[in-house]
């Protein structure tokens, strides 16, 4: 984003309306605009609160401002430090015990574990293709995942 938006309220009434919802909003701020709109989305320092009053269940916006990262990785890390707690905060109000509670949530990057899934062909045949607006021909990598596709329908 670009720290503007014109329907404040009503952004407000519908993040406030899905913090009932496992649901989590990231926001990443480009550019050196001003953010404090998308800080007062965050609500890390006051909850949100709808045009009727309504106080927001849980905290489900994450916003960081992607000038003050120097590293992908540190850029990654803020940006989904919140989801964790989001994801507990949510079975907590819904009163369901998560399956794995052993993980380690503060592991660093290096520590994370890798998780192995390749799309089904019938997913890979049906993804959209972004094309490159210069050379109006796919990214190298959905080139890669239809070529996954491929030689995963005839195997």
């Known amino acids: 984003t670009d720290g503007r938006f014109d329907d404040e309220r009503q952004t407000i009434d519908q993040i406030v309306g899905a913090s009932t919802l496992p649901l989590s909003i990231i926001i990443v701020g480009v550019g050196n605009a001003d953010f404090s709109a998308m800080e007062k989305l965050d609500g890390d320092e006051v909850r949100l609160c709808s045009s009727t ?21 540190l850029l990654a890390k803020e940006t989904l430090q919140e989801v964790p707690h989001q994801f507990l905060s949510f079975t907590k109000l819904k009163n369901v015990k998560p399956l794995d509670t052993k993980y380690d949530f503060n592991a660093s990057v290096s520590e994370l574990p890798v ?19 210069k050379t109006n021909k796919p990214p ?10 491929a030689s995963s329908a005839t195997a």
Not at 59 to 64: A, S
Not at 140 to 149: F, N, R, S
């Open 115 to 133: 998780l192995a899934h390749q799309p089904s062909a019938h997913v890979l045949s049906r993804m959209a293709t972004a094309y490159d607006l």
């Open 53 to 73: 009053g309504q106080r927001a269940y849980r905290d489900i916006v994450q916003f960081v401002p992607y000038r003050k990262f120097n590293s992908p990785e």
């Open 140 to 149: 190298l990598g959905a080139a890669m995942y239809h070529a996954a596709a």
